[in-house]
């Protein structure tokens, strides 16, 4: 198939991430104690839907991390920079969710399924080629990006949690803004030669598997730890149909943002919303000093 006239040459090529972006590798710790069962406002939807999450972040982190890693040659210092600070922040995450999980396990639940299924998954990835990887990195680092950045705009999604808990959302959420580009500028590095009709065409179709398989999983996933609280049938599949689309919704609050990624030239850095990760800083810091 042929390129419609609206691909020119750099067209996949623009938009670059912020020349002053500085990527801080923030070494924080949480949930070294106890969390509640339903650590999310007390109901169990909510909860599933992170539990759920976090239970692949530790393998899918990995993962990221090898993807990008494997791209890295010839990367000018800035984007190279930008890959070391990326690694060590995910390196970070994976050892706040590994903590995390845990917790969730003293709580009661068997996330074990989960991580099995995603550590099969991952073993299908050996043998295709790892530009593939990278573009399921990509979009995955978009749906983080997405989601993060709901999270820090949008005080419902965490409101009434448990504070630790939603403490490491945030922090995670802020990093995961910062480095939003990374995964994007290596991919660019690393089919610099690929017209930007072919960079578009793969990376969208990527998008589209990825989402598919994203939701399915996380679905069923879900589902299997609302089993756990013994949450089953209707009342399960309606209850989690609610917490995501309706309130606090946040598929429905992403959308505009999943459809954005399909525009030719698009950029994660399109949309500058380093105003979030202040806004967590001060959040953060306020936090720490003594109330008066
Ligand atoms: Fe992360
Ligand atoms: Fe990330």
């Given at each position: 198939m042929n390129a419609p006239v609206a691909f020119n040459k750099k067209s996949e090529l623009a938009a670059p991430t912020p020349p002053d972006l500085s990527i801080t590798v923030r070494d924080e710790r949480f949930n070294r104690a106890t969390t509640p069962r339903r650590w999310w406002a007390g109901e169990p939807f909510g909860t599933a839907w992170h539990n759920a999450l976090s239970a692949t972040f530790p393998r899918g982190e990995a993962f990221f991390i090898e993807a990008v890693k494997a791209h890295r040659?010839?990367?000018d210092p800035k984007l190279a920079a930008e890959i070391r600070a990326f690694v060590r922040q995910e390196i970070n995450h994976t050892r706040e969710h590994v903590a995390f999980n845990r917790l969730a396990e003293d709580a009661g639940y068997d996330i074990k399924a989960i991580d099995k299924r995603v550590e099969e998954m991952l073993a299908l990835?050996?043998?295709?080629?790892?530009i593939a990887n990278l573009a399921v990195t990509m979009a995955l680092e978009h749906y983080t990006a997405m989601m993060a950045a709901e999270f820090l705009a949008n005080?419902?999604?965490?409101?009434?949690?448990d504070p630790e808990v939603r403490a490491m959302w945030r922090w995670h959420a802020a990093e995961e803004i910062e480095h939003k580009g990374v995964a994007y500028d290596t991919w660019n590095h690393a089919t610099r030669d690929w017209s930007a009709w072919k960079r578009w065409k793969i990376r969208s179709i990527v998008m589209l598997t990825v989402t598919a398989r994203f939701f399915k999983n996380r679905w069923i996933d879900s589902l299997n730890l609302l089993a756990q609280d013994g949450i089953t049938g209707w009342r399960a599949r309606w209850g989690l149909f609610k917490y995501l689309?309706?309130?606090?919704?946040v598929v429905r609050r992403i959308f505009p943002a999943w459809l954005a990624y399909f525009k030719p030239g698009f950029h994660p850095w399109d949309h500058d919303d380093r105003a979030l990760i202040q806004l967590y800083e001060s959040e953060f810091e306020d936090a720490l000093m003594p109330a008066e």
């Open positions: 040659d010839g990367a990835t050996k043998d295709r080629p790892a005080p419902k999604h965490f409101e009434n949690s689309t309706v309130s606090p919704g």
